[in-house]
């Protein structure tokens, strides 16, 4: 057992290594080292600065902040990177605290939550913006993507005609495709007898003017290699990446706040901050017994549906899904309680039309600041305060009681639920099997 | 940039020699040095002691022809054959396709397969492959289209063209519409490219044209070679952008085979008359385009005969000539040109919609390549590369004559003792029924 996990964690070392690798390749400065990573999965605060760092390099690359935003570590530049992480979608909860929370010491900020931040600017897709820029930089002989005139989408009939227009559009792009595969073929040959009769013939310095444009091209290529080499290596392991990341968001969820214990409440007056706290956990937590068990029923129903409708009733990847539906969960950890629980872009409509349920929680917000509450997620296992005493507690003996009527509340609602949306898919996957899916 | 060309069987041997010699003799009379050396270096490479040797690579079960072949463009003294790039063997096929592809193809793959290697190895970059056969015999067809297959494996992205030679209908071998639909079936998912020439139409021009009394293979051949040469020699394409093409096979696919359900291309080239008469005859530009474009629309292969009442069809339907004859829908075509004020010539009647299905804009659907270098004497000369209906007739009578053939089960047993089942048989007619569905129903 200790064995696999010593080499479970070497192998993860190994793969944020090569993404280490891929990053400096794509051209992004101040990448840490991989050892930075395991740190930052635990909150370290000597790391944080490092990921700032990297955070912003990223942004800059991409172009989602000016490079004006500079790279010293002030809170202006700190403020531009959540800015841009705002753009590229993401949000938590750090990103909205004032600077004066620093000073007071709420601030719940640590080289966690940007190591998470990160995750999401990996899993958007910003490293495949990265590498397609910097390979465009590279290979000079690359066409840049023409814009596609779209006005034939407009007028698109599925008629056989069309099928046969198309047919035809695509056999000759894969002949033009051939065609320059053979240009590139020829290209490389007469490259590598260019290089090697350079080699041959070292003291050749008449010829420098043209013996410098090649040597320039030639290491372009070199990077080139090295470049795709390194994405290639990164896309081998990706997979033992996120898994690892999931573990990061794991630890995020059971460990909170770890700068929390430093201000322990010495009295009454931080009693309620506390309370106030650990109330809105216990009512996001109730919030999301149905949404989470909706959502597991709602997965494995979408699997079987997938299999007929697949690329008709939605674009996610199951993968993907997860991933989301992990990040949607550290969202509301984070403390979105606007939204209902699950992103709504996430989810067909109506499974989003869910019954809301904070009437409930409600009944049970006043009474429910005690110890050990009916668990049905051990992750949420903090610690409430125990020292904690309010004029409205209960005994525990009837907190318990009313959670479980609660919970049996919930679960009937939920049930109820699960039948409407299962009656409701069926009527969908009804109406999808008239249609008739034309393989790619 | 050079085509390698593979020499199969009797026929494809007779044809690809007919058409290296065409060729070399029309590059060294060339008056333009870089028309010469681009197309020196598209057929031949030269060897230490500087002579020019063809990119062929000759396969065939029996010596006799290879051997003639040697000797002969050894004799010419203008080029020659490499010294180690033939291979053949003392038996040949006995005219069964079933021996070809499941015998002789299998037992010598490695020894041809290493003989193209090295042909394509001494080219600086492939254009593709040639693999010229008859349909009818055994060998060519056979071993063909084993080989075609061989090397589709080896260069899944390299150009491979076919070009394939029709039997008489009336016909030399008895088994020959079998074996042609065999070939055909499996060229059809291998080759890039079908590039057909009917011994027939052939033998009408020898006649009609020619002049010729007594027609033999040879005069046949060179036929076909003039053809071939006047496609394949070098060009100004639209791509080329004032130089010769340099990937001519590539362009030739992408202009009139992007669809794999239409690869079947035929030719027409005009004019063709006896050489004596070539000094006396002057041409112009729009009379022969003119006749070109009435051979395309009423399917006429020669000058000769030309149904002129046939025109596209208007607003509704197809028009009919008198005679019966129906108006010939293309798919795509390649116009080539060659000779004196070229870029004079004016190309607007082949770019008609009306020429063309409904789905294929006929900017799509038609290209036109130019080289201002006379060819093979002609001070003008215009070739015509179409994939339209002109071989659905033909196809038709060779599926429709083996299909009886079949239905007897006459010579099957021939087949299926060398492992070609019945099976095999449907599945080849299935498949060229399908072709000749989609080309009956271009429009």
């Known amino acids: 057992m200790q064995r696999t996990k010593a080499s479970v964690s070497v192998e993860v070392k190994q793969v944020i290594g090569a993404l280490c690798r891929l990053l400096a390749a794509v051209g992004v400065d101040s990448v840490p080292a991989p050892e930075s990573f395991r740190r930052a999965k635990f909150g370290g605060g000597a790391e944080e600065d490092q990921f700032w760092q990297l955070l912003s390099s990223i942004l800059q690359k991409a172009g989602v902040v000016p490079s004006e935003a500079g790279s010293q570590l002030g809170g202006e530049h700190r403020k531009w990177v959540a800015a841009g992480l705002w753009q590229t979608g993401y949000h938590a909860d750090w990103m909205y605290e004032s ?70 559009l695509t056999g000759c792009l894969r002949h033009q495709g051939r065609i320059l595969l ?5 290209r490389t040959r007469l490259l590598h007898a260019v290089f090697s009769a350079n080699l041959s013939s070292t ?16 290491s372009c290529i070199r990077q080139l290699c090295d470049l795709l080499e390194a994405y290639l290596n990164w896309t081998q392991v990706e997979k033992v990446f996120w898994t690892w990341m999931d573990s990061v968001v794991d630890c995020h969820l059971t460990g909170p706040v770890v700068k929390r214990p430093t201000h322990t409440p010495s009295g009454n007056l931080r009693v309620c901050h506390h309370g106030t706290w650990g109330l809105e956990k216990l009512e996001d937590m109730l919030l999301r017994l149905p949404t989470a068990q909706e959502c597991n029923t709602h997965t494995s129903i979408r699997t079987q549906v997938s299999v007929f409708i697949a690329s008709i009733l939605y674009s996610l990847s199951s993968q993907e899904g997860q991933r989301r539906g992990r990040g949607d969960v550290k969202d509301r950890e984070g403390g979105e309680k606007g939204q ?30 005690v110890e050990k509450p009916v668990r049905h997620r051990s992750c949420t296992a903090e610690d409430v305060h125990s020292g904690a005493e309010a004029p409205c507690e209960l005994p525990v003996s009837q907190a318990a009681e009313m959670l479980l009527h609660a919970e049996t509340l919930l679960l009937e609602r939920r049930d109820r639920q699960r039948q409407a949306n299962r009656t409701q898919l069926q009527e969908m996957i009804g109406r999808q099997d008239l249609l008739v899916l034309i393989p790619p | 940039m050079s085509v390698v060309t593979l020499q199969l069987g009797q026929c494809g041997n007779q044809v690809a020699h007919q ?16 028309y010469r050396a681009e197309s020196c270096e598209r057929f031949f490479h030269q060897n230490t002691h500087g002579e020019l040797v063809a990119r062929a690579v000759l396969v065939d079960m029996e010596p006799k022809v290879i051997n003639h072949s040697l000797s002969e463009a050894a004799r010419s003294g203008r080029w020659r ?36 290697r090295r042909e394509v190895e001494r080219c600086d970059r492939l254009a593709g492959l040639v693999a010229m056969m008859s349909v009818a015999g055994g060998t060519g067809s056979g071993v063909g289209a084993y080989v075609t297959q061989c090397l589709r494996d080896i260069y899944p992205t390299s150009f491979i063209i076919n070009h394939l030679t ?23 998912q291998l080759s890039d490219a079908i590039l057909v020439h009917e011994n027939d139409t052939v033998h009408r021009i020898c006649s009609q044209l020619l002049n010729i009394k007594h027609i033999s293979f040879s005069d046949v051949n060179r ?37 794999p359900e239409y690869k079947l291309l035929s030719m027409c080239t005009i004019p063709q008359m006896p050489s004596s008469s070539i000094a006396y005859s002057t041409f112009s530009w729009p009379a022969l385009l003119k006749h070109l474009r009435q051979m395309l629309i009423s399917n006429t292969k020669m000058e000769e005969g030309i149904d002129w009442q046939v025109r596209p069809p208007g607003g509704s339907g197809r028009s009919m000539g008198l005679t019966g004859g129906s108006f010939n829908t293309s798919l795509a075509n390649l116009l080539i040109l060659r000779g004196k004020d070229v870029y004079s010539a004016e190309t607007g009647g082949f770019e008609d919609p009306a020429l063309y299905t409904s789905w294929l804009s006929s900017k799509e659907a038609f290209n036109s390549w130019k080289s201002p270098v006379p060819f093979n004497k002609y001070e003008k000369s215009a070739t015509l590369v179409s994939n339209s209906q002109a071989l659905l007739r033909p196809l038709d009578d060779m599926v429709g004559k083996a299909w009886n053939m079949f239905a007897s089960r006459a010579y099957i047993h021939q087949y299926t003792k060398y492992g070609i089942s019945e099976e095999d048989f449907l599945d080849s007619f299935t498949s060229l029924e399908q072709v000749l569905s989609s080309y009956r129903h271009l429009c």
């Open chain 2, 19 to 34: 058409l290296f010699h065409v060729v070399c003799s029309d590059a060294q009379n060339a008056h333009k040095k870089t």
């Open chain 2, 166 to 188: 029709w039997p008489y209908g009336t016909g030399e071998v008895i088994v020959q519409n079998y074996n042609s639909v065999l070939t055909l079936a499996h060229l059809y």
């Open chain 1, 182 to 186: 053979s240009m590139l073929q020829e």
């Open chain 2, 81 to 116: 054959y490499g010294e180690s790039s033939h291979f053949s063997q003392k038996q040949g096929s006995g005219n069964n396709w079933a021996n070809g592809y499941c015998v002789h193809g299998p037992r010598h793959r490695d020894v041809v397969e290493e003989l193209v």
């Open chain 1, 203 to 218: 003291a050749s310095s008449s010829s420098s003017q043209s013996s410098t444009v090649l040597k320039e091209d030639c």
């Open chain 1, 99 to 168: 600077e004066g929370g620093d000073a007071e010491g709420g601030r719940s900020l640590s080289s966690r939550d940007l190591l998470l931040a990160l995750g999401w600017l990996l899993a958007s897709g910003t490293l495949e913006k990265l590498l397609t820029q910097r390979v465009q930089q590279l290979d000079k002989t690359l066409l840049t993507s023409v814009p596609v005139n779209l006005h034939l989408s407009n007028e698109f009939q599925s008629d056989s005609a069309s099928l046969r227009r198309l047919q035809w």
């Open chain 2, 223 to 259: 036929v076909i070679a003039h053809q071939l040469g006047s496609v394949l020699q070098p060009a100004l394409t639209t791509d080329s952008h004032g130089v010769y093409s340099r990937n001519p096979l590539g362009e030739l696919v992408s202009a009139l085979a992007c669809h």
């Open chain 1, 340 to 369: 209902a629980g699950l992103d709504a872009s996430f989810l067909p409509p109506f499974i989003s039309s869910l019954p809301s349920v904070p009437a409930l929680s409600q009944v049970c917000r006043a009474r429910l600041r």
